[in-house]
């Protein structure tokens, strides 16, 4: 069993759980702050789970928050969607929609992964990701299908995001399942939103490597570390 | 000196006594989140499952049950962090759920949605959020009395 794999999985759901939080205070509407808050929530307690599996692993003295804290961005094993920079709420919620129907699907085959520790992770966060993936479609369709400005974003966020889907579908022997087996799941799922949403699918499938292997993360994440690294780094006994 | 031993069923009953820190009007036992109340020999094995992985009132839930045994005399403790099978709402008792909808918070329901208002009983109400002031609830709001309350999800 790969600490790598695990170190992936907690990545994707610290990144995009403090991209969440960004949002706190700035939301279009008190229900959105609270609810994007609420999923931020979510990620970052999954994010001790699998980052902390990964630490008991490794047998290297360190803990979740040292995984956290006290990486550099060519550390993080994170895809390239979720550091990708909030913009306007539309791109945040396709970001959003994007990741929620991937990690429903990985997080269904791992419930059923040979190890019990990883299993059990899973089949904690599948519960609350499937409510996620729900919000998140309602809200694609919403917009998608609203006004003329709301479906015009909504089609933007898609077209400036859909490069980075193939990322979430490549696999080697460092993931904790086959991600290319999960790809028809996605896709299947995803059309029947778009529909809905009046969207459509971008026809390249360009993808846009490199954050989950570490080769080349995206010039956002080291910006996006800074700030949520800054306090431990800078007082090291810090305690919360 | 001779001490005796708690029973298990003294403990469910101590347990049962102790508030869940964000709805203190339920006991963490009609929450559903205690697993298991068993004696390891000399140590007092209690099983905790969360409720949501984030949830904030996790580690306060541990130091209450650990502060309520402690002054029943139980110096011997241990509280193990239990994830699978993951918690549901199908285990909070029956006697949580009545004391939530007195407390004017609509219970979980298996439809996935309250089917009347908590504080007027009108069944004309409508989702305003699908999340609300905790991890476990979503905003609802009735059309009859205008008032919005929480609904405790329905996991």
Redesign the interface.
């Known amino acids: 069993m790969s600490v790598a794999g695990l170190i992936r999985m907690g990545d994707n759901t610290l990144v995009l759980g403090q991209r969440l939080s960004e949002w706190c205070g700035h939301a279009p509407a008190l229900e959105e702050d609270i609810a994007l808050a609420n999923m931020a929530l979510d990620l970052i307690g999954q994010t001790q789970l699998w980052l902390g599996l990964a630490a008991s692993r490794e047998e290297a003295g360190r803990d979740a928050d040292a995984l956290a804290y006290h990486r550099d961005a060519w550390d993080f094993r994170n895809l390239l969607l979720v550091e990708q920079p909030n913009r306007d709420f539309g791109v945040t919620m396709m970001r959003q929609f994007l990741f929620d129907c991937w990690h429903f699907e990985v997080l269904q085959a791992l419930a059923a992964h040979p190890d019990a520790e990883v299993s059990a992770i899973a089949q904690k966060s599948v519960k609350e990701v499937t409510y996620h993936r729900e919000r998140s479609s309602d809200t694609v369709i919403a917009l998608g299908d609203g006004t003329e400005e709301s479906r015009g974003r909504m089609q933007g966020a898609l077209d400036r995001l859909w490069p980075y889907v193939g990322e979430m579908f490549s696999t080697d022997d460092d993931d904790l399942t086959d991600m290319t087996a999960l790809r028809p799941a996605f896709d299947a799922y995803a059309e029947t939103v778009f529909a809905q949403a009046t969207l459509t699918r971008p026809d390249s499938d360009f993808a846009h490597m490199g954050g989950k292997t570490g080769a080349r993360h995206s010039e956002h994440l080291g910006h996006m570390l800074a700030t949520m690294q800054v306090l431990p780094r800078s007082y090291p006994d810090a305690t919360w | 000196m001779v001490t005796t031993r708690a029973s298990v069923q003294e403990v469910w009953t101590w347990l049962d006594a102790v508030p869940d820190p964000e709805i203190p009007v339920i006991s963490l036992v009609d929450l559903g989140i205690i697993r298991d109340v068993q004696w390891q020999g000399e140590q007092l094995e209690i099983t905790v499952t ?1 409720t ?5 009132a996790t580690t306060i839930i541990n130091l209450e049950i650990e502060t309520a045994l402690r002054a029943r005399g139980v110096e011997n403790l241990s509280l193990k962090r239990q ?4 918690w ?1 709402t199908d285990w909070m008792t029956d006697a949580g759920k009545a004391k939530l909808e007195r407390y004017g918070i609509a219970p979980p329901q298996p439809s996935g949605g309250p089917d009347h208002c908590p504080r007027c009983q009108s069944t004309r109400v409508e989702k ?6 905790t ?1 476990c609830k979503a ?1 609802w709001r009735c059309t009859e009395c205008l008032e919005p309350f929480d609904y405790f ?1 329905c ?1």
């Not at chain 2, 994830?83 to 993951?86: C, D």
């Open positions: 969360p949501y992985s984030g949830c904030p994830i699978a099978p993951p549901t305003i959020s699908q999340f609300g002031s991890p905003q999800k996991i």
